[in-house]
């Protein structure tokens, strides 16, 4: 059975112990000397146990007093905390965060990084739209969401680095080049493809551009589902961000590229200020303190 004890008995109980005394006790917490006396009294028949004892000299705690003194102000301390957690979780009661990400981020890093936004703020709404890396960075500047998640840095934006892998090849399983460990982008040269539509200005076709690679792009396509699909099916090849990948590579052949082709993912922000639920999302963020802001 568990005690019937108040959080007003507690605050008499650790205020007569640091005061030494009913009197100055009651002046502390703004009561009077009997409801302290009342709720001391109280607490001890809850707890069946003395904790204090009068003298002379003032209130002296007994040995079981002692110990429930520390038990008290653990206690105390923690309605403080949870306190503090509500007015926090008030603070963007009614408030929208807009967030505009790609789709390897929205499945595989939002879910984590929404999680504790949630627990702090239950009563902020949220809203999500997924796109292209142009598509995302032309709604942070046209301030269509607050942050936007991609794997571009606008100079007029402010980016932060909250995550980073690596491009990787996507083969049939029987395709030939699946006999290799790596696989260069010249090697690419000609071979059928099947991209990712999110238009010619990416860092991968500026990769390819570099080594003067022309697969031979038989179509673009938004859903990452989609391409894997024809990929499976023979149809043609595909390189792709590490956390694009689904969960079943059945029937695919997953090689890294020679040289490693890193993607950064950023959090762009507009440089005319956050709203508060969008200040709030950003401090939850693993941006890096290093390399972070762009």
């Given amino acids: 059975m568990h005690p019937n004890i108040t959080f007003t008995q507690l605050r008499c109980f650790v205020a007569v112990a640091e005061t030494g005394g009913f009197t100055s006790a009651a002046q502390r917490i703004h009561l009077t ?56 979780s008030d603070k963007l009661a009614g408030a929208t965060l807009r967030i505009g990400s790609v789709q390897s981020a929205a499945a595989r890093l939002l879910p984590g990084w929404l999680k504790p936004f949630r627990a702090l703020y239950p009563q902020a709404g949220i809203t999500l739209h997924e796109g292209t890396d142009d598509e995302v960075t032309a709604w942070v500047l046209a301030d269509a969401v607050d942050v936007g998640i991609s794997g571009q840095a ?103 590229l020679t040289p490693t082709l890193r993607r950064d993912l950023h959090a762009s922000t507009h440089r005319s200020g956050l709203s508060p639920a969008g200040k709030a999302f950003m401090e939850l963020l693993p941006i890096d303190s290093v390399n972070g802001s762009k």
């Fill in 154 to 256: 606008h100079p007029d934006l402010d980016n932060h680095i909250v995550a980073n892998d690596d491009f990787v090849l996507v083969l049939p399983a029987n395709h030939r080049l699946a006999k290799n460990a790596s696989i260069s982008l010249e090697a690419l040269d000609g071979e059928r493809a099947i991209f990712s539509g999110g238009g010619d200005d990416t860092q991968l076709a500026a990769a390819l551009m570099a080594v003067g690679a022309k697969p031979q792009v038989l179509f673009l396509a938004r859903d990452n589902s989609t391409i894997f699909g024809m990929v499976r099916e023979g149809i043609g090849l595909t390189i792709m961000p590490d956390l694009t990948l689904p969960d079943d590579t059945t029937g695919l052949a997953v090689r890294r």
């Fill in 33 to 88: 000397q009997s409801a302290v006396s009342q709720a001391i009294a109280g607490l001890e028949d809850a707890l069946g146990a003395k904790l204090l004892t009068r003298t002379r000299e003032g209130v002296v705690l007994s040995d079981m007093g002692e110990a429930a003194l520390i038990e008290a102000r653990a206690l105390l301390a923690g309605a403080q905390r949870l306190a503090a957690v509500t007015r926090t």
